[in-house]
């Protein structure tokens, strides 16, 4: 198979999304935190007899939780570099293409 050397371009381009992603992420998480004690303090003062901030701590914070999973590749479905070797086999796949239709043009 032949090795793809990516430019420096390429690599700065894909350093670059992947800092925007921390960055989204760590934002996400300041929201949350500032937010949810938020809830809570409006639950707690207007009605102390029902617990809802609950719902709203979980569900936000599952949401968090994937978004942090997807951000820092520990999704255990995919793997860390899932998205790289897929793009390795379409890359390959066109090579094979372009390699059996120069073949028969010839």
């Known amino acids: 198979m032949e090795n793809f050397k990516e430019s420096d371009e390429i690599k700065y381009q894909r350093a670059k999304k992947k800092a925007n992603q921390i960055r989204g992420f760590y934002y996400h998480v300041g929201c949350y935190c500032v937010v949810i004690p938020c809830i809570i303090f409006v639950n707690l003062t207007f009605v102390p007899e029902f617990h809802w901030f609950w719902f709203s701590m979980?569900?936000?914070?599952t949401g968090l939780l994937m978004h942090g999973i997807e951000v820092f590749g520990l999704n255990p479905l995919m793997g860390k570099n899932w998205e790289e070797r897929k793009l390795q086999?379409?890359?390959?796949?066109?090579?094979?293409?372009?390699?059996?239709?120069?073949?028969?043009?010839?």
């Not at 979980?58 to 914070?61: K, T, V």
């Open 89 to 106: 086999q379409f890359i390959e796949e066109e090579r094979v293409k372009q390699q059996r239709y120069n073949s028969k043009n010839k």
């Open 58 to 61: 979980l569900g936000w914070g």
